[in-house]
C-alpha cells in the first residue's frame, strides 16, 4: 500500500484536513470545526540515540495557509522510570532534547508542552515498541501505471519473527550526483575596466550533489498477511526521465515501527489528502490527534505525539546499472546556446549565463553576435543545483 500527503518539512506541521477526495476511497466525514488559531504539535521520539525533535507552531484563519513557529513553550518527554528530558528552543517553533537519548523499548514516554501564555498541553503514556529492521532494501527497473510509465522502484523486505510489529511508516532522503553538462574550465569574469573578458575558472563548479526528502507519507501494514512480512513494497518511484537519475543516485530509507493508534491516525490522514499539495489549499476540516489541552479541553489541538523504533538502510546505483547504453534522461532545463552582447555584462553581474565557448560559428548565427558563446547558468555551473562538497557518505 502507498501513501500520499504533503507534510511540511518532513513532519505533521499542520493537520487542518481538506475535504476533496479520490472516487476510489470510502469518503471519511472529519469535524467541522470554526476557529481562528490552533497550535500544531509535532513530536516522534525514537529508540535512536540523538537529540531528539519537536516542532511546535500556530495556524490561523482557514481562509490563509500561514504556520507559524511557536517560541518561548517549555517542553519535556518524562519516562514511566520518571526521568525527564527537557528540550530547548534553537530556533522559533523548533525545539531540541538538552542531552542526546534513545527511547526504550517497552518503555513508556508521554509529551508536556507549556506555551508561552501559560496553557498546558499533554499526551497519554505511549511505550516503544521493539524494532523490526529493514531486511533488504533494493532498486528494479520496472513499469507503473499499466506499463505507462517507465522507471527505477526502490523496494523494501522485512519480517518481524516475533509477529508484535504490523505496522510501518517510511522517509527516505535521496542524493543524487550532478554533472553540469556544459561545464567548461573557463569562464568570462568583468575586468577593472568594466570589460569583458575570459580566463580559466577559479572554481570546481562541474561535479555537484544534491539531497532531497520524501513529502509524502508512505505507511505499510501486515494485517491482512498470513505473517509478519512485507516483500516488494514500494517506497519510491523515479520515473526514466528524471534527470535525478542521469549519473549516480542513492537513497536512505528510514523505517519507523507504529502503533495501530498512530497508523491509524495516519491512514485517516491519507484517505482525507487527495493530493500531494494538501498544505496549499484551503482547509476545512480537523482531524483530532493525541494531545490534548489540560487548561480548555474543548481546543482543538493539531498534531501526534509518536514513540517509535526505527531502522534503516541505503543503497546506491548508477544509472548505466540499468539503462547501460540507453540515452541519458534530459536535464533539468533546456540549454540553447547563447550570444547576446547587449545583455553579457548584465548576465554575468547576475550569474545567468556561464561560457561555453568561442562563438567561431559552429553553433549557428545568431542575430546580435559576441566572441563567445553561453549556456544558461544551471547548464554549465553545477553549484546551481546541488553543493560541490562530496557528503561524508558518498560511495562512488
Not at 117 to 137: A, C, E, R, W
Amino acid at each position: 500500500m502507498k501513501v500520499y500527503t504533503a507534510i511540511i518539512e518532513k513532519g505533521l506541521m499542520a493537520l487542518i484536513i481538506g475535504l476533496s477526495m479520490a472516487s476510489c476511497i470510502d469518503l471519511f466525514e472529519p469535524e467541522a470545526i470554526d476557529f481562528k488559531s490552533a497550535i500544531v504539535i509535532e513530536a516522534t521520539v525514537t529508540d535512536e540515540n540523538k537529540y531528539q525533535e519537536i516542532l511546535i507552531s500556530r495556524t490561523f484563519a482557514l481562509d490563509t495557509t500561514g504556520i507559524y513557529g511557536e517560541g518561548g513553550a517549555k517542553v519535556a518527554v518524562t519516562d514511566t522510570n520518571g526521568t525527564v528530558y527537557d528540550f530547548e528552543e534553537k530556533e522559533e517553533g523548533k525545539y531540541v532534547s538538552n542531552s542526546s537519548f534513545a527511547a526504550q523499548a517497552g518503555l513508556g514516554y508521554s509529551l508536556s508542552v507549556t506555551t508561552a501564555d501559560g496553557n498546558l498541553y499533554s499526551s497519554d503514556v505511549f511505550v516503544t515498541p521493539n524494532p523490526t529492521k529493514i531486511d533488504n532494501l533494493y532498486a528494479k527497473r520496472g513499469f507503473k501505471d499499466d506499463g505507462v510509465n517507465e522507471g527505477m522502484f526502490i523496494y523494501i523486505d522485512n519480517f518481524d519473527p516475533t509477529g508484535d510489529n504490523k505496522y510501518y511508516r517510511y522517509e527516505y532522503e535521496e542524493t543524487y550526483k550532478i554533472i553540469a553538462p556544459f561545464w567548461t574550465n573557463k569562464e568570462t569574469y568583468l575586468t577593472d575596466e568594466g570589460l569583458v573578458d575570459v580566463r580559466l575558472r577559479e572554481k570546481e563548479e562541474e561535479v555537484c550533489y544534491n539531497t532531497s526528502y520524501s513529502t509524502n507519507l508512505i505507511i505499510a501494514s501486515t494485517v491482512q498477511f498470513s505473517e509478519n512480512r512485507i516483500s516488494k513494497f514500494p517506497v519510491r518511484f523515479i520515473d526514466r526521465n528524471d534527470y535525478i537519475l542521469s549519473h549516480r543516485y542513492s537513497i536512505l530509507v528510514r523505517q519507523y515501527v507504529q502503533s495501530l493508534q498512530a497508523f491509524n491516525y495516519y491512514e485517516d490522514l491519507e484517505k482525507l489528502s487527495g493530493s500531494e499539495s494538501l498544505f496549499s489549499q484551503v482547509q476545512t476540516g480537523f482531524l483530532e490527534g493525541n494531545i490534548i489541552s489540560v487548561n480548555n479541553r474543548q481546543e482543538l489541538v493539531i498534531g501526534y505525539f509518536e514513540i517509535s523504533s526505527i531502522s534503516e538502510k541505503r543503497i546506491f546505483f548508477n544509472y548505466t546499472d540499468f539503462f547501460e547504453g540507453e540515452e541519458l534522461p534530459p536535464f533539468v532545463i533546456e540549454c540553447p546556446y547563447l550570444s547576446n552582447v547587449a545583455a553579457l555584462v548584465t548576465d554575468i553581474e547576475r550569474d545567468a549565463t556561464t561560457y561555453w565557448d568561442e562563438n567561431n560559428g559552429q553553433y549557428g548565427a545568431f542575430l546580435k553576435p559576441a566572441p563567445w558563446i553561453f549556456v544558461d547558468s544551471q547548464c554549465g555551473d553545477c553549484t546551481k543545483l546541488g553543493s560541490i562538497i562530496k557528503p561524508d557518505f558518498w560511495m562512488d
